[in-house]
């Protein structure tokens, strides 16, 4: 059974601290029980770590959020290459789990009332997740790195980017959380096809492609995916390939011909054209918004 922390984000989550693991050698995560909360997202390889008897295994895109005065371990050695991003925050009000029932509760009550209040404060968080858009997350990861590590004049920056981050999740999670009644055929097809479009996204695909791979006819397809999703399915196809590259320009060297060439875009000009119609930026102006980073190895 799923279980989500709920928490009211009025007062903005306490920031402590932040960085990126990487382990260049066979590593076991130690075993603890901290007085904090800490979320961890998968960047390379796998890291196996057990909370309070179960056992994770989180690869690259995986969300795992380990929980205040809660036990965690490593139970199985991590190969050379492991890496991770995580931070250590409190919450600054009542938090709670909740199970999937109450999840489902807590979402019918918003999707089936128009007039619910976008500004009310909880969000919540998985206790494990494979969002759908982890780019956006990690965007927002390499941010708090960046600010993190810039000295800021006024130390409650952290804390709102961190609680933007957490919103984030909690957005995504909230998005496609599936009650009992919407597990219809056709939204489980379209889970199928969104996780398969983002594991692709590096590959050179295209609405033809995605219909033929999951035999659908291309204009049935793209109707429906507009009608549950809420944009066309090749929107959304350029909408992760930004992503994916957003993420890449804030996390390495690689050049932008290099970079258009790994999201599965041949045409640099065509690539840096697509990026500034989403991002209103060109892919250079992005990336000396982000240099700043804490890397740890232990």
Not at 33 to 59: A, D, R
Not at 67 to 77: D, P, Q, V, Y
Not at 211 to 231: C, M
Request: overall charge positive; glycine content about 4%; some cysteine.
């Amino acid at each position: 059974m799923s279980q989500f922390l709920k928490t009211d984000v009025n007062i903005p989550i306490e920031f402590i601290s932040c960085g990126q693991f990487l382990s260049r050698e066979p590593w076991t995560h130690t075993r603890r029980n901290l007085k904090s909360f800490v979320i961890i997202i998968g960047v390379k390889g796998t890291l196996y770590i057990t909370q309070e008897g179960t056992q994770y295994e989180i690869k690259p895109g995986d969300i795992l959020l380990l929980l205040s005065s809660h036990t965690h371990l490593g139970h199985r050695e991590c190969k050379p290459g492991v890496s991770f991003y995580w931070c250590h925050f409190n919450c600054s009000n009542h938090f709670t789990l909740i199970d999937d029932k109450t999840m489902e509760d807590e979402v019918i009550s918003f999707r089936s009332n128009p007039a619910y209040d976008r500004s009310n404060p909880h969000i919540f968080i998985p206790i494990y997740s494979k969002p759908q858009r982890v780019e956006r997350i990690n965007i927002l990861f390499n941010q708090l790195l960046d600010v993190s590590n810039a000295n800021y004049y006024n130390k409650r920056s952290v804390d709102y980017i961190i609680t933007t981050l957490l919103i984030e999740i909690s957005e995504q999670a909230l998005t496609n959380f599936q009650t009992t009644k919407e597990k219809t055929k056709v939204d489980k097809n379209l889970v199928k096809i969104v996780e398969w479009l983002r594991i692709h996204t590096t590959d050179n695909i295209s609405v033809t492609s995605v219909a033929e791979q999951f035999n659908y006819n291309k204009d049935y397809l793209s109707r429906i995916f507009k009608q549950k999703i809420g944009i066309n399915i090749q929107e959304y196809i350029h909408i992760l390939k930004v992503s994916k590259a957003k993420d890449l320009l804030s996390s390495t060297n690689l050049g932008i011909k290099e970079i258009a060439y790994t999201v599965g875009i041949s045409d640099e000009k065509y690539f840096m054209k697509l990026f500034k119609k989403y991002e209103k930026l060109t892919p250079t102006e992005f990336r000396k918004a982000y240099y700043r980073t804490h890397l740890n190895k232990e």
